[in-house]
């Protein structure tokens, strides 16, 4: 109960909804040319960062851990068997109908527990 409180208290979250086909793309590390300019400017907003060819690479890889850091479960989508992923991402979006899936972003300004103390 008391990290809840810390969290909603003292940490600046934002929730960005992810396409669960663009959550899939960057947990399975797509290449660069397999995201739409959209797809690529909603990873640029998670991350506070642009993305181009010479840092995707780094920064796909930040954001696959902040998504497997936001919802580990999602691991259950890393899979080299297109068909079995598929599958998968089919069966998700029987059971969910918005097919996205929450990822909490931490903004730049937050209040701290610091400012409170003397």
């Known amino acids: 109960m008391?990290?809840?409180?810390?969290?909603?208290?003292f940490e600046d979250v934002e929730t960005i909804d992810l396409?669960?086909?663009?959550?899939?793309?960057?947990?399975?590390?797509?290449?660069?040319?397999?995201?739409?300019?959209?797809?690529?400017?909603?990873?640029?907003?998670?991350?506070?960062?642009n993305i181009d060819n010479t840092n995707f690479e780094s920064y796909i890889k930040i954001t696959k851990q902040t998504i497997l850091n936001s919802n580990a479960k999602l691991?259950?989508?890393?899979?080299?068997?297109?068909?079995?992923?598929?599958?998968?991402?089919?069966?998700?979006?029987l059971f969910v109908p918005s097919s996205n899936i929450g990822i909490k972003k931490v903004k730049d300004v937050a209040i701290t527990k610091s400012i409170f103390e003397f």
């Open 2 to 9: 008391r990290n809840v409180l810390d969290e909603e208290l």
């Open 19 to 49: 396409d669960i086909n663009l959550t899939v793309k960057i947990l399975n590390d797509y290449p660069m040319a397999s995201f739409s300019d959209s797809e690529l400017k909603k990873i640029d907003y998670l991350l506070d960062q």
């Open 75 to 93: 691991i259950y989508f890393i899979d080299d068997n297109k068909e079995r992923l598929n599958i998968k991402i089919e069966c998700y979006k």
